[in-house]
């Protein structure tokens, strides 16, 4: 399953399958753990320890 978004009113989040087949929501409410796992080229899953924090950035309209 690969995340699609999240939903923060109803503590939900969406997830589909790899070939666009399915999608599902989850409830996070009850959850105890989550964590983030990235998927190398030949299928192994291993969990993320540690990622460097993207910047964000505003965009202003020009006039």
């Given at each position: 399953?690969?995340?699609?978004?999240?939903?923060?009113?109803?503590?939900n989040?969406?997830?589909?399958?790899?070939?666009?087949?399915?999608?599902?929501?989850?409830?996070?409410?009850?959850?105890e753990?989550?964590?983030?796992?990235?998927?190398?080229?030949?299928?192994?899953a291993?969990?993320?320890?540690?990622?460097?924090?993207m910047?964000f950035?505003?965009?202003?309209k020009?006039?």
């Amino acid at each position: 399953m690969y995340y699609v978004g999240a939903d923060i009113s109803s503590a939900n989040i969406t997830v589909k399958t790899h070939d666009d087949f399915g999608e599902a929501r989850l409830g996070l409410q009850g959850l105890e753990v989550f964590d983030k796992y990235v998927v190398d080229v030949l299928g192994g899953a291993h969990p993320v320890h540690k990622e460097k924090r993207m910047p964000f950035r505003v965009r202003r309209k020009e006039k």
